[in-house]
């Protein structure tokens, strides 16, 4: 059974920095590209980021290029949302997901394209 789970959220001021993590088990964590979406008070859940299964590829949201980094460390089985200049716009639960194919590089921006989610971690920014 494959399992994700999300940590690392948390209450940060305008202009900080969070680092996510989402442990992964159940399959071969190595095989799968992983995702990071969000979802905010009222709205749709949203793609953020997207890390392709040996991580290389990479694809952001355009809203957050060039502040957050998406990266694994397939040894440990642990996707990394690397989130810094944080808004208050960036508050929401975070979830990670993962492919629900094999060895795809493309930009996986869609929700369907995951067959497997986390619980989700909650990160709060004040102004």
């Known amino acids: 059974q494959v399992q994700l789970v999300e940590s690392g959220g948390g209450l940060v001021q305008a202009g900080g920095s969070l680092r996510l993590s989402c442990a992964a088990s159940?399959?071969?964590?190595?095989?799968?590209?992983m995702g990071w979406f969000r979802q905010a008070p009222g709205k749709e859940r949203e793609f953020v980021a997207t890390?392709?299964?040996?991580?290389?590829?990479?694809y952001y949201a355009d809203s957050m290029k060039g502040r957050f980094t998406i990266s694994r460390d397939n040894a440990k089985s642990t996707v990394y949302l690397q989130m810094n200049s944080l808004k208050p716009e960036d508050t929401a639960v975070y979830y990670c997901?993962?492919?629900?194919?094999?060895?795809?590089?493309?930009?996986?921006?869609?929700?369907?394209?995951?067959?497997?989610w986390g619980q989700g971690t909650q990160v709060t920014v004040s102004s």
């Open positions: 997901a993962q492919d629900s194919a094999t060895y795809r590089n493309g930009r996986l921006l869609r929700q369907g394209e995951y067959d497997y």
């Open positions: 890390i392709d299964w040996v991580g290389v590829a990479l």
């Open positions: 159940g399959r071969t964590f190595s095989s799968y590209a």
